[in-house]
């Protein structure tokens, strides 16, 4: 699979080349028609002017969280607990402070949903949409990667702060390739809404 990954990319890379090329022959060919070209004044002032805007969506934030709560996860060694048959107390005491920690998060967060007239609850009293919604993912994201952290400390997987600090960042190197395919996938996609829409 990683042997094909530099040619999709190459692919997405040339798609939107080519793309630029069409919408220039098709906003020339047939004025009327509602293409703009990407090579016009209009769509280099469009490119160069809304790309960070482009690139700087909901998803992006979403997809960073993530990533950091996946390494995190990964690199606490949780997973171990799972593979082997005999776990040590050490591990059985850190999997425990883990889940409590785990659990004062969820206590925290439903304490700041359930109770009348909530926090983050909308201003009708909703969930979705409601500044819970909206955080839903960065505090499961936090909430792993803190529940993480304890488990490693008390497992004694994180020696010292430099540990924590690379379980932090693993998942970003892990997840590097999907970073670059986001930026062009989307990059294609704005590029054909604004040629066609």
């Known amino acids: 699979?990683?042997?094909?990954?530099?040619y999709i990319a190459l692919s997405l890379a040339l798609a939107e080349v080519v793309l630029m090329l069409l919408s220039w022959l098709l906003s020339a060919?047939?004025?009327?028609?509602g293409?703009?070209?990407?090579?016009s004044s209009e769509g280099l002032r469009w490119l160069m002017g809304q790309y960070s805007m482009m690139l700087s969506t909901?998803?992006?934030?979403?997809?960073?969280?993530?990533?950091?709560?996946i390494g995190?996860?990964?690199?606490?060694?949780?997973?171990?607990?799972?593979?082997?048959?005999r776990v040590s107390y050490r591990s059985q005491r850190a999997l425990l402070m883990g889940v409590a920690v785990l659990l004062a998060c969820i206590g925290v967060m439903l304490l700041l949903t359930v109770t009348p007239h909530a926090i983050l609850l909308s201003a009708t009293g909703d969930l979705f949409p409601s500044p819970f919604s909206a955080s839903l993912i960065?505090?499961?994201?936090?909430?792993?990667?803190?529940?993480?952290?304890?488990?490693?400390?008390i497992a004694g997987t994180f020696q010292s702060l430099k540990d924590v600090y690379d379980a932090l960042l693993y998942g970003i190197r892990w997840a590097a390739p999907v970073f670059l395919f986001y930026i062009l996938i989307?990059?294609?996609y704005e590029s054909l809404r604004f040629v066609f829409g």
Do not use: D, H, N, W
């Open 29 to 33: 060919a047939q004025p009327a028609s």
């Open 1 to 6: 699979m990683k042997k094909i990954l530099p």
């Open 138 to 153: 960065p505090v499961c994201a936090f909430s792993v990667c803190v529940s993480c952290i304890v488990y490693g400390v």
């Open 72 to 85: 995190c996860f990964l690199r606490c060694g949780i997973t171990k607990i799972f593979q082997t048959s």
């Open 186 to 188: 989307i990059q294609l």
């Open 35 to 39: 293409v703009r070209s990407m090579l």
């Open 58 to 69: 909901t998803l992006l934030s979403c997809l960073l969280l993530a990533v950091i709560a």
